[in-house]
């Protein structure tokens, strides 16, 4: 018996990622899952009494995925930039500057608000960086699916032990009232103590963590940068007995046993051609953020290589302090407009299945296909309508089809 609650979506065109785009395309919906993705003739006949909204000019997508996100840093929105002389560090110790000007009724706010820019987005599933549980709390209450990665900073080696411990204590306190995955997450090579890395790597599990992000970082593990080490000592958190390790951030990483399948490495702008074998060995998740790498100088990452090496690619806003929003759709168009020679399936399916595959979300975010989420995004087919990407270079906003999926 057909339940009173499916209802068909019909648009120019479905995208449903595992598979070609359908023209004249329909998904099917019940109690927040779909139940079919195909033509729009095969759609009404398989359920002939369900109530059908038609969307003329709109391309249907799987919800997006936003694989790594600072909703708590949302209160740095248009408060941070970099002169021409100044460098990632110098940003790093704007960012540490502004964290204690500011109250954490201002910085729910601005988490409240950039929820609401994610929501508008099509954003259906969320990685947040955060270091505070409201975050938490707002996600949920959004009704949006999140991974919480708990992130770690501690330079000074006699605090790693605390700093886990601490880390660990949190998420089982969280777990008892959060429906979502918590994980612990090192921030960065340049903030935190090997034995604090260790600790987290030998959990062998999810993690997310900004890597080979800038010159500065490569630089400070090659040889040091004095830059990063009067940071730490204005905060008390310098190591004196700390020596470089004298290899590039990827074969710092790995050497320590961060770099596997289900660790998510973010930015990835500064990889030397030498560490690619040790990138198709691991096998991470490569999370890119390219407005923010360009916002901050960082460059670009080598996004050809890493398809030509098979690698998981996901998109990411990262924070507004170093991106003007939190779409992942205006991230795909900029990944776009900056590769153009890239498929532009590859480029949508970075923004949903690399991402829910990265998250450990792929049985429920990533495609249109039964089974899978209703969280669905919507959007302006574009000028030209015979093309079902022609959304990557439209400027008009995602919306979200209001299915939830909890």
């Given at each position: 018996m057909q339940s009173s609650n499916l209802k068909i979506l019909s648009a120019d065109w479905v995208i449903p990622v595992k598979g070609d785009p359908i023209p004249g395309g329909a998904v099917a919906i019940e109690s927040g899952r779909i139940r079919f993705a195909g033509p729009s003739q095969e759609a009404a006949a398989l359920f002939p009494g369900a109530r059908t909204t038609r969307?003329?000019?709109?391309?249907?997508?799987?919800?997006?995925?936003?694989?790594?996100?600072?909703?708590?840093?949302?209160f740095l929105a248009d408060k941070l930039s970099l002169s021409p002389e100044e460098t990632f560090f110098d940003w790093i110790a704007k960012v540490i500057s502004e964290q204690a000007r500011h109250s954490l009724e201002t910085k729910k706010q601005a988490a409240l608000h950039g929820i609401s820019q994610l929501i508008k987005s099509g954003t259906a599933a969320v990685g947040d960086i955060t270091h505070d549980p409201f975050t938490v709390l707002a996600l949920e209450e959004a009704g949006l699916e999140a991974v919480f990665f708990h992130e770690a900073i501690g330079f000074l080696s006699e605090e790693a032990e605390r700093i886990h411990e601490e880390k660990l204590e949190a998420i089982t306190a969280l777990k008892k009232t959060s429906k979502s995955e918590h994980f612990i997450s090192p921030h960065s090579p340049y903030s935190v103590s090997r034995?604090?890395?260790?600790?987290?790597?030998?959990?062998?599990?999810?993690?997310?963590?900004?890597?080979?992000?800038?010159?500065?970082?490569?630089?400070?593990?090659?040889?040091?940068?004095?830059?990063?080490?009067?940071?730490?000592?204005?905060?008390g958190k310098w190591d004196p007995h700390w020596k470089p390790p004298g290899i590039s951030p990827v074969r710092y990483f790995n050497e320590i046993g961060l770099l596997h399948p289900k660790a998510v490495a973010v930015h990835m702008a500064w990889v030397e051609e030498r560490d690619y074998p040790v990138l198709e060995q691991a096998?991470?998740?490569?999370?890119?953020?390219?407005?923010?790498?360009?916002?901050?100088?960082?460059?670009?990452?080598?996004?050809?290589?890493?398809?030509?090496?098979?690698?998981?690619?996901?998109?990411?806003?990262?924070?507004?302090?170093?991106?003007?929003?939190?779409?992942?759709?205006?991230?795909?168009r900029y990944v776009k407009k900056r590769f153009p020679d890239l498929k532009d399936e590859a480029i949508v399916r970075m923004g949903t299945m690399g991402g829910a595959a990265a998250l450990g979300l792929e049985e429920k975010f990533g495609a249109l296909e039964p089974g899978k989420s209703s969280r669905l995004a919507v959007v302006d087919s574009g000028e030209n309508a015979g093309d079902p990407y022609s959304f990557l270079v439209n400027k008009t906003p995602c919306l979200f089809h209001p299915g939830r999926s909890r």
């Open positions: 969307l003329p000019g709109k391309t249907v997508l799987p919800g997006l995925v936003n694989a790594h996100c600072h909703l708590d840093n949302c034995d604090l890395l260790e600790k987290i790597a030998s959990r062998r599990s999810r993690v997310s963590f900004h890597l080979a992000e800038s010159r500065d970082e490569v630089e400070f593990l090659k040889e040091g940068r004095p830059k990063m080490e009067a940071i730490l000592k204005s905060m096998k991470p998740n490569i999370c890119l953020c390219i407005r923010s790498n360009e916002r901050l100088r960082n460059g670009l990452p080598p996004v050809h290589d890493y398809l030509g090496m098979g690698m998981n690619l996901c998109l990411g806003t990262d924070g507004l302090g170093s991106n003007d929003d939190l779409s992942i759709l205006n991230e795909m």
